[in-house]
């Protein structure tokens, strides 16, 4: 019973996703950095005749994945940086357009973060102005994925494209930040964007004067940006009718993630956090045949396997990081999700 609710949970968690356009060029990038795509794309589990359609939603997990494999593959740790600099706005499908045919950067701006919902799903875009600053926000927050720092890179650098667009080829940010730590070429970033880059924060972003937000768009096409507006919207209703609802459960997953480390989550505290009532979550997971215990069990089994693959964490602290009060406790769960003890996993893994 628990095994079928799990595969009904990862079949509903695989919905989250971006559109293809966003991989445009790919292919034939990764062979230009001296890689094979077919080999890529097949680790990753990508389909590449889904980028031929660049409304096509692509699985955001595989997303991640294909980049993190390219930068493995082709042994450029900065793979993501390098795509992200080259990618044009113009390529980026409707979302491109959206900015592009905006009448100001900063109806660009905002035009790009009303819609990115429907560009990709799972994640955060939004644009903060505080005094004579502004800041680009960008961070994924689909709980199952912890692998993503190519496309943290890539997607800044699409952004810095779209601005630089409008502000001209020269313009740079005030400065940039990752939510990754500083990797070792970390002196290519600084020339990629020609700004101070700092890492380990808590959010990608770009920070930038408020009074660039006033240049014109020199593609700027109100009658255009109405069509592309309302494909996208109509883009957005078609998936809602066909997904039904999957955004509640990557919103339970994101708080399980953040309350995991203060304990045991609870389904009241949780549902506290959603503005809604438990009894309301409890049947709204009920609806897709799941529980809120199935829930933090898929979160704890994806967060063990990251902490004890991308770190040297003790496991007495990693079993405090998935909210277990006794060492003992994670070692029981973990046997039972994979037949091995955590060490021994770790060794096998290794």
Request: with cysteine.
């Amino acid at each position: 019973m628990q095994l079928a609710t799990t595969r009904r949970l990862a079949d509903q968690l695989q919905s989250i996703g971006v559109l293809s356009s966003a991989a445009t060029g790919l292919a034939e990038f990764i062979q230009l950095k001296g890689g094979d795509a077919d080999r890529i794309f097949g680790h990753a589990g990508f389909d590449p005749e889904h980028l031929q359609h660049p409304t096509l939603s692509l699985d955001l997990k595989q997303y991640c994945a294909v980049f993190e494999e390219a930068a493995r593959q082709t042994q450029d740790d900065n793979f993501g940086l390098r795509y992200g600099n080259q990618f044009k706005p113009d390529s980026l499908g409707m979302l491109g357009y959206v900015g592009i045919c905006s009448e100001t950067l900063g109806d660009a701006l905002r035009n790009v973060v009303k819609v990115f919902p429907v560009h990709q799903q799972g994640s955060l875009l939004r644009l903060e102005v505080e005094g004579e600053w502004c800041r680009l926000d960008y961070q994924v927050r689909y709980g199952a994925i912890f692998r993503k720092r190519q496309d943290a890179e890539l997607s800044m650098g699409m952004f810095t494209n779209l601005m630089r667009h409008a502000l001209g080829q020269k313009w740079a940010p005030e400065r940039v930040h990752f939510e990754h730590p500083q990797p070792e070429a970390w002196h290519e970033h600084c020339k990629a964007f020609d700004a101070p880059v700092f890492f380990g924060q808590p959010c990608n972003s770009l920070v930038f004067r408020k009074s660039t937000l006033e240049k014109a768009m020199p593609d700027r096409d109100g009658r255009l940006l109405a069509i592309v507006m309302e494909s996208m919207e109509l883009l957005a209703r078609q998936w809602g009718e066909q997904q039904g609802g999957h955004g509640i459960i990557n919103d339970v997953q994101a708080q399980i993630r953040i309350q995991l480390a203060e304990g045991e989550p609870s389904l009241e505290q949780v549902a506290d956090l959603l503005n809604i009532t438990p009894w309301s979550l409890q049947r709204r997971l009920g609806e897709r045949g799941l529980t809120f215990s199935a829930l933090v069990e898929k979160v704890r089994q994806e967060l063990a396997q990251y902490y004890l693959t991308r770190t040297s964490l003790p496991i007495s602290e990693l079993a405090l990081l998935l909210g277990y009060s006794e060492t003992s406790a994670f070692s029981r769960a973990f046997r039972r999700w994979h037949g091995a003890s955590p060490k021994q996993w770790r060794k096998s893994d290794a």
